[in-house]
């Protein structure tokens, strides 16, 4: 099959289209639907008839936005009518709520006349909290947006215009940088004179290009005062008009620093590109096919090249969502009359400040392993980097703040964790660890540090504020690698061949010499085993804590902290324990990692332990002991061992959580089970920590509650150490990295109070 075949099916497998309506609210009683519809919904009608600016609180208008189109310059496609742009429309809506969580009704409208179509989309305003124009032909899309901007307090936006002007924007902050060239000295040059290309002109003039040194030029040549005084620009071109003779886009391009294509493509030779300054700038962003190709581009001359396209095969792709949805989501949150010119800055600043930053795995992972790493290959960011919706759209909601559109205003840092909160349960519960690690920030070891995701990691870990990490290996690699990566960090280095560790040696040996370890051999372990030494840094509290096990595997990295620093004075036995964030629901469950067999006093122990965690993360614990059996329904040697470890954590008078068991999986997870038939148990809501019978079951439960519950699992995080220990897992990105480099201060601290 073909692409437009696979197409055609993808839009008409049943249910038709791509979107449709869910409730946010329970209907499942009588009552749920008289408080959604009558008599209910009276009161709400009532406020809003008083105060209208309450119908952001009674409704959904502050998360709905309205895409509007009559079909009349579909991309690609033409003037193709209302009704053939709607699967267009619809895909609009879909980004909306991939990226920004942004509900969208989609609006076709059968009407040609300017006038006639504000008037109906004016009358909308009650709807919606923002209006996005898509898709309507040049001169009448400016007419529209300016007439509709004037007559409505929601942001109107018409992304054709400002989405491309923003997005290849902020490439033009970061490009002009890695050419050394200042914004107020680049010559610019147009090939187009459309809805985008002036969009994008008047746009990079507010960037800081001045206005005369921008030459457009459409298909007759250069925009020049003599056409202007002909009557042969419109109002939005004539601005740009140079007061030079008539001349081809072969002319304009000569000695020029940045060359804007929105027009058609293979209007531009590489004859044309040799004739531009030096390290040219060349944004190609026809599509399908650019006005030059970039193999023709790149290899046009010796010097480099810096150049973009519309197309997701090339580097620096000037992809339109990375804005519409982000400045869409902070102009809401404010409840913003308008999208203006500052708030449309503050977003290329904040993707151009973005593509800085060191790129998460799961970026470099969806676009092939390709190494993406601030330069002329990559100016901007990944359309896939979820970062975007939690650094951008504060920046656009700061700028609305600032400028005076804001109706509605935010604490800055509070809605960045919101922001976050969006993209996952996971990524909420971890904000509450990571704000506590930042709160009082530990000296962390890092057993692995010359390996790059540990490197990348720290960096991270030094920006946030999270910790101060001490990366163990040889100083001199490390800084290099550092420097290879782009990292702005000076990274703290302890060496374990470069320094005197006697004192650790001697420790060591103490502790281990009853266990058949030599003198010699310890030494040997402090210089050679970063592990050893990790663990000896944090025993002799030259550090708070340590992570490893990126490069090892579970047991062999565990070992060392076990017989270093051992477990707690309350506890004889580690645990490991998995997160999972589902998208209402948090679940901890142990014991996933470290004990085969667990007795019934392992069990209790593991239970304790990860009670304590899960109030860590701000989550009051509900255990369940799980088993095949129900409070008894059956009664063998391995029930008994749940059942008995229940009936010893309920005599338990330090035991200050709900706990009981022995019950099965779904017993524990599903209220109306729980309590229907179950009304004497001691948990009064759906476990949250499960604690399983053995290794074997904890890990093949934790796993298919991952794979097949779609969640999000953090960790494995362990509990019961002396000291804050936890091992990764081989493969683990660089996110989980700085995760557990999080609940490892939240430890220590916890270990200090």
């Avoid at 609180?57 to 895409?67: E, I, M, R, W």
């Avoid at 001490?470 to 990292?487: C, P, S, W």
Wanted: contains cysteine; negative net charge.
């Amino acid at each position: 099959m073909t692409l437009e075949d696979d197409a055609r099916e993808y839009h008409r497998k049943d249910p038709p289209g791509k979107v449709e309506i869910s409730t946010t609210k329970p209907t499942n009683t009588q009552r749920d639907l008289s408080l959604a519809y009558s008599p209910g919904v009276a009161a709400p009608c009532r406020d809003i008839a008083e105060d209208e600016t309450l119908a952001y609180d009674y409704t959904a208008k502050g998360d709905l936005v309205g895409v509007v189109s009559n079909g009349s310059a579909v991309l690609g496609l033409g003037d193709i009518g209302a009704q053939a742009s709607k699967p267009v429309m619809e895909g609009k809506g879909v980004l909306f709520k991939r990226f920004a969580d942004i509900d969208v009704f989609d609006i076709e409208l059968d009407i040609d006349d300017p006038a006639a179509f504000v008037e109906t989309v004016a009358a909308m305003e009650p709807t919606f909290g923002g209006i996005n124009l898509e898709d309507i032909k040049a001169p009448e899309c400016f007419e529209i947006e300016s007439a509709l901007r004037e007559e409505m307090s929601v942001p109107v936006f018409h992304d054709d215009q400002h989405g491309t002007a923003i997005i290849s924007g902020a490439a033009l902050l970061n490009a002009a940088e890695i050419a050394e060239k200042e914004l107020s000295t680049l010559d610019v040059t147009f090939a187009g004179a459309g809805a985008a290309a002036t969009a994008t002109a008047r746009f990079y003039v507010s960037l800081g290009v001045p206005r005369e040194n921008i030459t457009m030029c459409d298909i007759d040549g250069i925009l020049s005062e003599t056409r202007a005084d002909a009557g042969d620009l419109n109002e939005f071109t004539e601005p740009f008009a140079q007061g030079v003779d008539d001349g081809s886009l072969e002319d304009a391009m000569e000695g020029a620093d940045v060359f804007v294509g929105l027009s058609v493509g293979g209007l531009v030779s590489q004859e044309m590109v040799q004739s531009m300054a030096d390290t040219p700038i060349i944004f190609a962003m026809a599509n399908p096919d650019p006005e030059i190709a970039y193999p023709d581009a790149k290899t046009a001359r010796d010097d480099t090249v810096i150049m973009a396209t519309g197309r997701s095969d090339y580097p620096n792709q000037v992809n339109n969502v990375l804005g519409f949805p982000f400045i869409f989501r902070g102009a809401l949150d404010v409840r913003a009359t308008e999208i203006n010119e500052e708030m449309k800055r503050a977003a290329a600043a904040a993707l151009a400040d973005l593509a800085r930053e060191d790129v998460p795995d799961a970026v470099v992972k969806a676009y092939g392993d390709e190494p993406l790493q601030f330069g002329p290959e990559y100016l901007i960011p990944k359309p896939l980097d979820q970062r975007v919706l939690y650094e951008v759209t504060p920046a656009v909601a700061q700028a609305a703040i600032d400028s005076g559109a804001a109706r509605h205003n935010l604490d800055l840092e509070t809605y960045r964790d919101e922001l976050e909160a969006r993209l996952g349960k996971s990524r909420e519960m971890m904000r509450v660890i990571l704000n506590k690690a930042k709160s009082d920030p530990k000296r962390i070891a890092l057993a692995e540090g010359e390996d790059e995701k540990i490197i990348r990691a720290a960096s991270q870990i030094v920006e946030e504020g999270i910790a101060e990490p001490v990366l163990i290996g040889r100083e001199t690699r490390i800084r290099r690698k550092a420097d290879e990566l782009g990292l702005d960090f000076d990274p703290v280095v302890a060496n374990p061949d470069d320094g005197d560790w006697g004192h650790y040696v001697d420790h060591l040996y103490e502790r281990r010499q009853r266990k058949g370890l030599t003198l010699m051999e310890a030494d040997e372990l402090i210089h050679r085993d970063s592990n050893y030494f990790a663990s000896m840094m944090v025993e002799m509290d030259d550090a708070d804590a340590m992570l490893t096990g990126l490069t090892n595997h579970y047991p062999s990295a565990l070992r060392p902290p076990l017989q270093v620093i051992g477990t707690a004075e309350d506890a004889e036995y580690a645990a490991g324990v998995y997160m999972l964030a589902f998208k209402n629901r948090i679940v901890f469950c142990a014991d996933a990692t470290v004990n085969l067999d667990p007795d019934e006093e392992v069990l209790a122990e593991v239970t304790k332990h990860t009670a304590e965690l899960a109030r860590r993360f701000n989550v009051e614990p509900r255990a369940a002991l799980l088993s095949y059996s129900d409070f008894g329904s059956v009664d063998n040697d391995g029930v008994r061992k749940p059942r008995a470890t229940v009936q010893a954590l309920h005599e338990d008078p330090s035991v200050d959580f709900a706990v009981d068991g022995e019950m099965q999986a779904d017993t524990a997870l599903v209220e109306e089970m729980l309590t229907g038939s179950y009304g004497f148990s001691e948990l009064d809501g759906p476990a949250n920590v499960l604690v399983f019978p053995n290794l074997e079951a904890g890990n093949i439960g934790y796993k298919l509650l991952q794979r097949l519950g779609g969640a999000e699992a953090i960790g494995p995080m362990l509990v019961g150490m002396n000291k804050p220990v936890h091992v990764l897992q081989r493969g683990d990105e660089v996110k989980d990295i700085v995760n557990l480099a999080g609940v490892a201060v939240a430890d220590a601290q916890e270990n200090e109070s």
